[in-house]
């Protein structure tokens, strides 16, 4: 058995539409010179794909046939270390043998050096087995990647220019150390009282007369926690308000002395959850713990975000892998089980539902891939163009233009993606139950822990209903610094939707000109609460009123009431759109788009309706509680 070979959907990509050649070209900075890496694209796009295949053996026959034992060997503490369970070290044990921890690691700090893509691919694949082994295996190679990544970021990475080699970086024997499969890290933000609302955050850090940095306070739910690494988010400039009082550290959990390990970062418990077992999902303390400042005071938000975006694309591999596995277990069931004369599959609602989840399989993963090759197209190419500058300057600009439009692009797809493939493991594993009927219920068929492991997909690395605001509010930013732009694209989305020649084209032109129209609608309603608002004062105070004395608790609730009806159109186009461009290269992929368009369009039809028809008798009753505190205070 091998879950890459079996699997067309994830084929097409790794095999046809992924362009190797430039991930290639953005990786290996000494390609045909370096005795250790590859004499040509080619030789390197043969390794990924080996890779894959290898893995998705060793997954398919080695790890997932442990899984059902994590389920029953539950984590725990003695002597204030977390004891996994013993399928977990086994199959830790075996990854290390292989070196698939250092897969995105350049060669220089003992890694593999291939595409992040790759690596993401390697998620989804494990993710099929188990979502809590995946999580836990991502908290090595993502560790060391976002070491790495801040280092660059602060310029404390050297690089020699002539030989395209990196010379050194700053958490380079930890790096090497994660690679090794000897440590791992984790990201540790959430509090008791601080979980979504991280300005929230009490976690301190102090400064000594010499210049050292302390972390005190707790942080609760983390993933991995019992790891060496932690990459800690603590308030530290007491001077300022909110995010913007936010510092980033490195705070490792222990030193080794001869007298033993002497913990900084306590582990107060392993949390007992409903599903992800294999993963320990620890409460921490910390109390006076050394700490290394990681970039610039202040900016800790910023450090974060950079951490977390990788984490959410990682949840969407992460999602698209439990999804497989619900609809692999429900097919195989369907097609076996009889009722009424025919097996379950051949009835109607059933054989909807298969479809149903097998599309929306598919467009989670062209989310996925799109959004993973433009983060690493906009890493890289800065990598390049901070390190090792093109000497001609047309190349530096079209270099910077990539950089520029990749970064838009995945900063755009990933709430999205998280929303989406978040929402949809948790809808997709149900299904699997409903399904396999009550076998679904039943613990030995498998559906259930499904179901329980996604869970908490719509949960961790931001909520869904903070994936919703993200994107609600980049696109009403980006509409105002823009709105002749948006214009522009609200006609050229008219015009296609009525005269692009293929009717396919036409059709996605349409969903397109949808979700512009949806956005417009939310502005436009927002603005007119505002003028609403300010009717009641003197008309000299209107302009101020209006252009600067925002609140946006208050004057965007339409908006935020409607963010995540929002969110599902912008989806709903973004996948046509995805599907659209894979059908203009390889025909194939009209099949898929059409099944996509035809449940996407009445879709959204009804999101907009709900977006214009629903919503004023809640928000006045809102508005009339906040009037009513208001004044109390
Ligand atoms: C298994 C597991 C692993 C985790 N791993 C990690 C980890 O590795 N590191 C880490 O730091 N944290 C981790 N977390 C914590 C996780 O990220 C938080 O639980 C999550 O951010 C939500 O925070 P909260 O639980 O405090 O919920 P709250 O923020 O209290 O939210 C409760 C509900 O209110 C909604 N809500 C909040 N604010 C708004 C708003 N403005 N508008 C609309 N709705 C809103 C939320 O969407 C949610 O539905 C993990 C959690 C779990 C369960």
Redesign the pocket.
């Known amino acids: 058995m091998n879950f890459y070979k079996d699997n067309d959907d994830l084929r097409y990509y790794a095999e046809e539409a992924i362009d190797w050649g430039l991930l290639t070209e953005l990786s290996e900075y000494r390609l045909g010179e370096d005795p250790e890496g590859f004499a040509n694209a080619e030789e390197a796009r043969t390794f990924y794909l080996e890779i894959l295949e290898m893995f998705g053996e060793v997954v398919a026959e080695q790890v997932a046939p442990r899984i059902p034992s994590i389920e029953d060997e539950a984590l725990r503490i003695e002597d204030g270390e977390v004891v996994e369970p013993a399928a977990t070290r086994e199959i830790f044990a075996l990854f290390r043998e292989l070196g698939l921890f250092g897969l995105p690691v350049p060669r220089e700090l003992g890694g593999m050096n291939a595409p992040m893509v790759s690596y993401f691919l390697t998620a989804e694949l494990l993710a099929r087995a188990d979502v809590s082994t995946m999580?836990h295996y991502g908290?090595h190679a993502g560790i060391a990647m976002a070491m790495l990544v801040y280092s660059l970021d602060e310029k404390t990475t050297r690089f020699d220019r002539e030989t395209r080699t990196l010379l050194s970086t700053r958490w380079e024997d930890d790096i090497r150390k994660i690679v090794a499969g000897e440590a791992w890290g984790?990201?540790?933000?959430?509090e008791p009282?601080?979980?979504?609302?991280m300005a929230a955050m009490r976690a301190t850090a102090r400064r000594d007369e010499d210049g050292n940095w302390f972390v005190s306070g707790q942080?609760?739910?983390?993933?991995?926690?019992h790891g060496q690494y932690h990459i800690v988010i603590a308030r530290s400039e007491p001077d300022r308000e909110g995010l913007d009082a936010l510092s980033l550290f490195l705070v490792r959990a222990w030193e080794d002395t001869p007298e033993g390990r002497r913990r900084h970062v306590v582990i107060d418990r392993v949390?007992e959850?409903l599903?992800?077992h294999g993963?320990a999902?620890c409460a921490l303390s910390y109390e006076d713990a050394p700490a290394e400042l990681i970039g610039k005071r202040g900016e800790g938000f910023r450090g974060m975000l950079v951490l977390m975006n990788n984490?959410r694309i990682g949840v969407g591999f992460e999602c698209i892998g439990l999804a497989e596995c619900a609809l692999r277990i429900a097919r195989e069931y369907a097609a076996e089980r009889r009722s009424m004369g025919k097996s379950i599959d051949r009835h109607e609602m059933i054989a909807d539902y298969l479809e149903e989840m097998q599309t929306d399989i598919q467009a989670m993963r062209a989310l996925a891939v799109h959004c993973a090759v433009h983060e690493e197209r906009h890493r890289k190419r800065r990598l390049w163009l901070d390190h090792l500058p093109p000497s001609d300057e047309e190349t530096r600009r079209a270099w910077e233009r990539e950089e520029e439009e990749s970064r838009a692009i995945s900063r755009n797809l990933t709430p999205l993606l998280k929303y989406y493939a978040a929402e949809k493991a948790v809808e997709i594993a149900q299904r699997a139950i409903q399904i396999l009927g009550g076998a679904g219920y039943i613990r030995e068929y498998g559906a259930e822990k499904l179901l329980r492991d996604a869970m908490?997909m719509?949960?961790?690395?931001?909520?869904?209903?903070?994936q919703?605001?993200m994107a609600m509010k980049d696109h009403l930013m980006g509409m105002l610094k823009d709105p002749k732009a948006f214009l522009a694209r609200v006609a050229e989305a008219r015009w296609q939707s009525r005269f692009a020649p293929d009717p396919l084209g036409r059709r996605v032109a349409r969903l397109r000109s949808s979700a512009l129209d949806a956005q417009r609608t939310l502005l436009m309603r927002t603005a007119a609460d505002k003028v609403r608002a300010v009717r009641h004062k003197p008309l000299d105070q209107w302009a101020d009123a209006f252009l600067k004395q925002w609140n946006p608790k208050r004057d965007f609730a339409f908006a935020?009431l409607h963010?995540e009806r929002f969110t599902r159109i912008l989806v709903d186009a973004a996948v046509a759109e995805r599907f659209w461009a894979q059908a203009q290269e390889h025909p194939h992929r009209r099949e898929v788009l059409e099944r996509w368009l035809e449940r996407a369009e009445p879709r959204v039809r009804f999101l907009e309706d709900e977006i214009r028809n629903t919503g004023e008798r809640l928000l006045a009753r809102l508005a009339e509680g906040s009037a009513a505190s208001e004044a109390a205070e």
Not at 193 to 197: E, I, R
Not at 458 to 466: A, D, F, L, N
Request: glycine share 10%; no cysteine.
């Open positions: 999580t908290f984790s990201m540790d933000i959430t009282d601080a979980g979504s609302d942080k609760i739910y983390i993933t991995s926690g949390e959850k599903g992800h993963s999902t984490a908490v719509p949960i961790y690395e931001g909520t869904s209903q903070i919703s605001l935020m963010a």
